[in-house]
C-alpha cells in the first residue's frame, strides 16, 4: 500500500495491461483507464466485458469513448520525458512464471492466486490488496503449471488429499468418487508429509555423513595403499640394487679366481714347453754325433766314444696331463648355472608366485563375501545378511537391470582384488564361481550362465566335481567334502578351489591373467531347500586388529 502511494505520477498513467503509458486512453465504468486497442484486444479475447484490475463484470459491452484529459497528461508527460520502463530484471525471462495479465512482453510474477487461478506481477496484484472482493483469495509464491491444481473433472482447486487413493481432490470429488474415503485438507496433509520430510531430510543427512566418513576412509586406505606401495618400490629397489651388486661383486672374484688359475696353468705349460725345447735340442745333438760315430772307420776310437752316445740323459715327462685340467671350467660353470637357476627360482616361485599352504595362512587372507539381491536370478532366496542363498521355486523377485533374468545365480556385491580367500558351507549340489561384473544378465544364451563363457569360472559340486571355464569342462577325481575354499591372487593370477575337511585338498587351480576385478558367483538347480552358504571373518581373538597387528582369524558359519 505505501509503495502504491509513493509511486511517481508517470506510473499512474500507464496501462495497467501493456505496462506502458497510455494510448488513447479510455476510462471504462468501475474508473480505471486503459489504453483502448489493450481493453478492445482484452475483451474481445475472453468474451467477457470486466475490468482486469478490479473484475467487476459490465453488461452489456461498454461504449469506449476517449478521456481528453489523460490524453492530455500523458503528452505533457512525454514532452517532459519521463518515460521510465520497467527494469529489464522485472521483466519473465526462460524459467520464470509469466504473469498472466500481461500483454506484449510479460513481467515476472509475484504470487499466484489458487482461486483465480492465474499468476501476477506487482502492478497486476494490486487489486488484491486494495479490493475487499480478492480479501479472502489464497495467494501463494507464483508457480508454473498453475492447472495442475486445477481438478480436471469439475475445474475447482484441489484442496483436499485422499489418503485412500494418495491423491489430490477438490470438494466435488469428496462427495463423487472419494465418497466415505479416508481425506484431510491438502493443508493438513502438507504439514504430516513436512514433519516426514523432516525425518526423511534428516535421515538423509545422516547417510550423507556416513558416505563422506567412507570416504575419508576410503580416501585414507587409498592413501595408505599408495604409501605402502611406495615404500614397497622404494625397499625392493634398494634390496635388488644391493643384490646386483653382491651379484657384480661375486662375477668379478669368479671372473679374478679364473683368471689366475689360467695364468698359473699357462705358466706351467709354458715352463713343460722349454723343458721340451731343451730335450728336443740335445736329443738332436746326438743324433749328430751318433751319425758321425757311425761313419767312423776307426774301430779304436767308435769303440772308446760309443760309450758315452749310448746312454740318452735328459726328462721323459710326458706334457700330456694326467687329469682333466679343463674339468675346473665346468665346475665354476655348473656352479654358476646353478647359482642362476636357484635364485631365478626364488624370484619367481618365492617372491613372485607365493602361494600360502596351510588353511592358517589362507585364512590370513579371508574377505568377508555377501550377496548383491538385486542380481539374484530365478528361484534365489537371500538371507543371513545376504550371506546364504537358498533354492525355492516360489519365489519370484521384481524386475532389475543387475538380475541374472533367466539363470538361478546371484553375484556378490564386492568387487575382489589382491588376494583373497573365502570358504563355502554347500548342502547339496552347487557352482561355486567367480566372474567378471560384465556377464551377460538378460537372455538364455551362454553369454549369461557361470561357466559358458570367457568371463566366469566355475567349479561344480555334485557326485563329484567339475572345473569349468568357456563350455570347456575338466573332470577332478577327489574325496567329497562339503566345504569349498576358494584362494585368488588376482595380481599373479591365480584363482584356485580346494576341498577343505581336516585338511587342505586342492582341487583345481588356474593360472591366467585377469582384465577386470571379479566378483564370487553361485548357481543353484536342484531342489527347494538346496543352499550355499558363505562363512563370516572373525578374529579369533575378541579384540580383532588393535595397533596394526592381525591376529589370528577364523571362518564361522552360524
Known amino acids: 500500500m505505501a509503495q502504491q502511494r509513493n509511486e511517481a505520477p508517470e506510473v499512474k498513467l500507464r496501462c495497467s495491461i501493456c505496462l506502458d503509458l497510455l494510448k488513447d486512453p479510455v476510462t471504462i465504468p468501475c474508473g480505471h483507464s486503459y489504453c483502448m486497442s489493450c481493453i478492445k484486444t482484452s475483451w474481445d479475447q475472453r468474451g467477457i466485458y470486466s475490468c482486469p484490475l ?36 522485472c521483466y519473465a525471462r526462460s524459467g520464470d512464471v509469466a504473469c498472466d495479465v500481461c500483454t506484449g512482453r510479460k513481467l515476472k510474477a509475484f504470487r499466484s492466486c489458487l482461486d483465480c487461478r492465474a499468476s501476477y506481477c506487482e502492478q497486476h496484484l494490486q487489486p488484491h490488496y486494495q479490493s475487499a472482493a480478492f480479501k479472502k483469495h489464497k495467494l501463494v509464491e507464483a508457480f508454473g503449471n498453475l492447472q495442475e491444481s486445477i481438478c480436471s473433472h469439475h475445474g475447482e482447486v484441489m484442496k483436499i488429499f485422499c489418503r485412500t487413493d494418495q491423491q489430490c481432490i477438490c470438494y466435488l470429488c469428496l462427495m463423487d468418487k472419494h465418497k466415505g474415503h479416508d481425506t484431510v485438507s491438502a493443508a493438513a496433509e502438507r504439514t504430516e508429509k513436512q514433519n516426514e520430510l523432516g525425518e526423511i531430510w534428516q535421515n538423509i543427512q545422516q547417510r550423507i555423513q556416513r558416505r563422506e566418513q567412507d570416504a575419508k576412509l576410503l580416501q585414507k586406505e587409498m592413501e595408505t595403499i599408495n604409501n605402502s606401495a611406495d615404500k614397497a618400490v622404494e625397499d625392493s629397489e634398494k634390496i635388488f640394487t644391493e643384490l646386483i651388486r653382491v651379484i657384480e661383486k661375486r662375477s668379478s672374484e669368479v671372473k679374478e679366481q679364473i683368471r689366475s688359475w689360467q695364468k698359473i696353468e699357462v705358466s706351467r705349460v709354458k715352463e713343460l714347453q722349454e723343458k721340451l725345447d731343451q730335450e728336443n735340442a740335445y736329443m738332436i745333438m746326438k743324433e749328430a754325433d751318433l751319425e758321425e760315430l757311425s761313419r767312423s772307420e776307426d774301430h779304436t776310437k767308435f769303440l772308446q766314444i760309443f760309450p758315452s752316445l749310448s746312454i740318452l740323459t735328459g726328462s721323459t715327462y710326458s706334457p700330456l696331463p694326467k687329469t682333466n685340467r679343463l674339468r675346473y671350467y665346468k665346475d665354476v660353470m655348473a656352479a654358476v648355472t646353478a647359482a642362476k637357476e636357484k635364485m631365478q627360482k626364488i624370484l619367481t616361485e618365492k617372491l613372485l608366485l607365493a602361494e600360502p599352504t596351510t588353511r592358517g595362512e589362507f585364512l590370513q587372507y579371508s574377505c568377508q563375501i555377501t550377496m548383491d539381491p538385486n542380481t539374484a536370478g530365478t528361484w534365489l532366496v ?60 538378460s537372455g538364455e544364451s551362454n553369454a549369461c550362465f557361470f561357466g559358458q563363457n570367457k568371463k566366469s569360472w566355475v567349479l561344480r559340486c555334485d557326485d563329484s566335481y567339475t572345473f569349468i571355464h568357456d563350455g570347456d569342462h575338466t573332470f577332478i577325481s577327489a574325496p567329497k567334502s562339503s566345504r569349498i575354499g576358494v584362494y585368488l591372487d588376482h595380481s599373479a593370477g591365480t584363482l584356485a578351489f580346494f576341498s577343505v575337511s581336516e585338511t587342505m585338498t586342492l582341487l583345481h587351480r588356474v593360472q591366467t591373467t585377469f582384465t577386470e576385478p571379479l566378483y564370487a558367483g553361485v548357481f543353484l538347480s536342484g531342489s527347494d531347500g538346496d543352499a550355499v552358504e558363505f562363512g563370516r571373518v572373525v578374529p579369533s581373538e575378541p579384540y580383532g586388529i588393535v595397533d596394526d597387528v592381525t591376529h589370528d582369524l577364523q571362518l564361522i558359519f552360524i
Open 382 to 441: 537371500l538371507s543371513d545378511e545376504n550371506r546364504k542363498i537358498t533354492f525355492n521355486k516360489n519365489v519370484i523377485h521384481p524386475k532389475h537391470p543387475d538380475r541374472f533374468e533367466y539363470s538361478p545365480q546371484v553375484l556378490s556385491k564386492e568387487g575382489l582384488t589382491g588376494r583373497c580367500y573365502w570358504e563355502m558351507e554347500i548342502s547339496r549340489d552347487a557352482k561355486v564361481a567367480v566372474a567378471y561384473k560384465s556377464i551377460g544378465r
Open 54 to 89: 478490479c473484475r467487476e463484470t459490465f453488461s452489456p459491452r461498454p461504449v469506449l469513448v476517449k478521456n481528453t484529459i489523460l490524453a492530455d497528461l500523458v503528452e505533457e508527460l512525454k514532452k517532459t520525458g519521463h518515460q521510465t520502463a520497467p527494469a529489464d530484471h
